[in-house]
């Protein structure tokens, strides 16, 4: 069954707090994303990552940073975070198929940012 | 219709209507992507259209994609309250990404 899964489902920080937002797929994707989408809007990508250590910024970096050490993992951390990070974060893992990549996915994680 | 600047769009029908959401976007694509999202889960890929398919079906649902335009369409033939949620459409922009529209918020009511 093909899954991706995201810890936690909620969190609470205060502001200045760090955050670790974690994401794992068991289909051996080797791409995988982190997006954030706020209401009303679409889903913006923050991180894309192509392989274990091999990360690249997506349209909204800034404050954030990821690791991958594993091709089934993939983390987001918010160093200090700031109220503005309150978001509700996605993370997703992708297969080339049929000429375009269909992206996987997970049930999101609701930050909030006191 | 939706882009990224754009507000959520929002359309609300009666069971069995037809219903048409549109999309255009501002980089030459040839392939978008359209998502589903259901209130409280992560989206969901529900058709994929190629720039050299102009319609693609899949059971009530049809796609259409105009290079020419930059712009794509999603159909849902009698639309039933299941389908209510929120679709995206989303190009492929290069390599591995995409980028998701707005979204259209669809009510569907018996």
């Known amino acids: 069954d093909m899954k991706v899964t995201q810890m936690p489902r909620y969190l609470i920080k205060r502001m200045g707090e760090n955050v670790l937002l974690e994401c794992g797929q068991d289909?051996?994707?080797?791409?995988m994303y982190w997006y954030r989408q706020d209401p009303g809007l679409g889903l913006q990508l923050i991180y894309i990552?192509?392989?274990?250590?091999s990360n690249s910024e997506g349209d909204i970096p800034k404050g954030y940073r990821v690791s991958r050490k594993k091709r089934e993992h993939f983390s987001l951390i918010l160093d200090s975070a700031k109220t503005n990070q309150t978001s509700v974060y996605f993370c997703a893992s992708s297969l080339w198929g049929t000429g375009g990549y269909e992206q996987y996915f997970g049930p999101g994680t609701r930050l909030t940012v006191l | 219709s939706q882009w990224g600047e754009e507000n959520l769009q929002a359309l609300s029908i009666q069971e069995g209507e037809d219903v048409t959401m549109n999309c255009s976007y501002k980089?030459?694509?040839?392939?978008v992507h359209w998502y589903r999202q259901d209130s409280g889960r992560g989206p969901a890929l529900i058709i994929l259209i190629r720039s050299n398919e102009r319609e693609k079906r899949s059971g009530r649902l049809r796609a259409t994609l105009d290079t020419s335009s930059q712009s794509s369409s999603l159909s849902i033939t009698a639309a039933q309250c299941e389908d209510t949620a929120v679709y995206f459409c989303a190009p492929r922009t290069g390599g591995y990404k995409v980028v998701f529209g707005s979204g259209t918020r669809l009510l569907v009511s018996p």
């Open positions: 980089t030459y694509t040839t392939v």
């Open positions: 990552s192509y392989d274990v250590d």
């Open positions: 289909m051996s994707h080797e791409t």
